[in-house]
């Protein structure tokens, strides 16, 4: 698990960088929300088998973990869509999917 300072210090590193190199902050917005749209898609194929992952992968995917859980918290109200007998589709990845997808062609 990263530190609170970790992730501080990685904050105020991007933040400088941004600044120090002249980054239009729509382009930083983009790199978020491909950086978001990456993770999405790598926690919803990679959830699934979770407890077969290499120890030196398990720091990186709990933190994945922890970000991508409070994201979908904030569209819990969104009902999954029943599949099959046992078989349920979160459609709230779908969702931020596709808010993700239209941020970065729109702009």
């Known amino acids: 698990m990263m530190k609170k ?3 501080f210090l990685m904050c105020v590193g991007i ?3 941004i600044v120090l190199l002249g980054i239009r902050w729509i382009l930083f917005v983009k790199i978020l929300c ?3 749209l990456i ?17 030196k992968y398990q720091q990186p995917f709990n933190f994945l ?4 859980r409070k994201l979908l ?12 007998r046992h078989l349920q589709l979160d459609s709230s990845f779908i969702i931020y ?3 993700f997808v239209l941020i970065l062609t729109i702009f």
């Open 15 to 17: 933040i400088l960088l």
């Open 73 to 84: 918290g904030c569209l819990s109200f969104i009902p999954k869509l029943q599949l099959g």
């Open 34 to 36: 491909a950086l978001f």
């Open 39 to 55: 993770g999405l898609v790598l926690y919803w194929k990679i959830v699934p088998f979770k407890d077969q992952l290499f120890i």
């Open 5 to 7: 300072s970790d992730i």
């Open 65 to 68: 973990e922890i970000v991508v």
């Open 97 to 99: 999917i596709l808010f």
